[in-house]
Structure formats: structure tokens, C-alpha cells
């Protein structure tokens, strides 16, 4: 039995720098299937949703992702701002070459577009965005780590989210059953269930983020086990005429 006491350590296979392409495609679909159907983007929307309350003008949105994968959050965001009718700017960034090659693919309907292979850390932006979020991301680093990544993200938005996992037994126990029985990447196989071992609880963010001299935030537990943070300072937007 793993021990939910405390966040693994293991490091997940996508972690590495020489897996296959085709490895890495197939394990970016996968995870936007289990992003669709267990809910992730649905957080990733209440997450803008909630950093935009209030706000007197909607888009353009700059709109930023660190660590954003094979690119289906930022896709669902452009659907849902399409919907809408907002205009809306996106950019991701992406240590990993073949993540941002096949997040170019995945998202070529968003026509404001850009794809950063970098270390976000050092990412130097032409324009602040508005909006920065982290979708599965923060797990992947130690404690002093994500404490550097929410002070980076509080420096360089004007406010920010991040929708990331609840370390929880049944959380675990599901997640490995489900990608057993319908997987067929290796890489998903393998670093679901961890990726719940690296993941948070509720008193485990609150440390990382007053350490992080952050004392404004909201953390709400969403379904299906997941957590989501949201920074939120007054918005600002300068917009065309609707």
C-alpha cells in the first residue's frame, strides 16, 4: 500500500527527455480524454471563470499556460471563449519539444496563438498576461519548487490559477484501475496513479502557498479529486467595443 502520509518523490517517465514522439502523443490524447471525462477542464473553466468575476469587460484575454502539455486546456478555453464571443490571446509554454510539436497540431483552430519550448522560469514576456494557470502541473516538483512557481506566477499575472491533484486513496486506487483497463500508453499507465502520489491535500497548499507570502487565495476541492487555487487581484481589461 503507497503512503498518501506525504508526497511521492518518484519522478514519472514524461519527466524524462528521450521518450519516443509517438509515445507522447499518444499519451497527450489520452490525458485529454481523462481530462474531458473526469472533469479537469471543467475546472480549468471554473478556474478563469473565477479570477474573471466581476470583471467589467471581457477580452481580449491574454491567456497563459506553463506546462501546457500537449495543449487540450488551452483548447478548451478557446471553445469556451468562442462560445462566448470573446476574443481571447493564448500562449503556451513547454519544456518539452515534442509537447509543444503536438500542441501546435492539437490546437491549430486558435488563431492567436503562440508555443514556447522553455523552462518557464525563463520566460521573459513582450506583455504581461493577464492570466497565467497550471493544469497537472505543480505536481511534478518538490515543495520549494512549487513555492518558487507561485511566486513566479504572482509576479508575472495579474492573477492566476492552478487545477492539480488531491492525494487521496481512492483517487489512487481509480485512476490505476481505469488506465489498467483502458489505456494503451505505457506512459499513462505509469504516471497516473503516481502523479496522485505527487499530489497535494488541503493543509499542504495552504503551507506552500503562505510560504509563498501569498495570504489572498481561494482553494476549493473539485470532483473529480482535484484541487483548485485561485490568486485573484482587480481585472482590468481593455477591450473592443461589444
Known amino acids: 500500500m503507497p503512503d498518501f502520509s506525504q508526497r511521492s518523490q518518484q519522478k514519472e517517465l514524461l519527466d524524462r527527455d528521450d521518450i519516443p514522439f509517438d509515445d507522447i502523443r499518444r499519451n497527450m490524447q489520452e490525458l485529454e480524454i481523462i481530462n474531458k471525462l473526469l472533469g479537469g477542464h471543467s475546472i480549468t ?37 468562442q462560445s462566448r464571443k470573446i476574443d481571447i490571446e493564448v500562449l503556451g509554454i513547454d519544456i518539452n519539444p515534442d509537447c509543444i510539436a503536438y500542441a501546435r497540431e492539437n490546437c491549430s483552430m486558435i488563431k492567436n496563438a503562440e508555443w514556447i519550448v522553455a523552462d518557464y522560469r525563463n520566460v521573459i514576456f513582450r506583455n504581461t498576461p493577464l492570466i497565467i494557470f497550471s493544469s497537472l502541473f505543480s505536481h511534478h516538483f518538490t515543495n520549494q519548487e512549487v513555492v518558487d512557481q507561485l511566486q513566479w506566477m504572482n509576479r508575472n499575472s495579474s492573477c492566476f490559477f492552478i487545477n492539480d491533484l488531491h492525494r ?16 494503451k500508453s505505457y506512459l499513462v499507465k505509469n504516471d497516473a496513479p503516481l502523479s496522485v502520489l505527487r499530489g497535494f491535500n488541503r493543509r499542504e497548499w495552504k503551507q506552500l502557498l503562505n510560504k509563498a507570502g501569498i495570504d489572498k487565495f481561494e482553494l476549493k476541492w473539485k470532483w473529480a479529486f482535484r484541487w483548485l487555487v485561485t490568486v485573484r487581484r482587480e481585472v482590468r481589461i481593455v477591450n473592443r467595443e461589444t
Open 168 to 183: 487521496h486513496p481512492l483517487a489512487y486506487h481509480s485512476i490505476k484501475l481505469l488506465t489498467r483497463l483502458f489505456s
Open 45 to 81: 473553466i471554473a478556474g478563469l471563470k473565477q479570477v474573471l468575476r466581476g470583471a467589467a469587460f471581457w477580452g481580449p484575454l491574454s491567456i497563459c499556460e506553463i506546462g501546457c502539455g500537449g495543449g487540450d486546456n488551452l483548447k478548451a478555453i478557446y471553445r469556451w471563449a
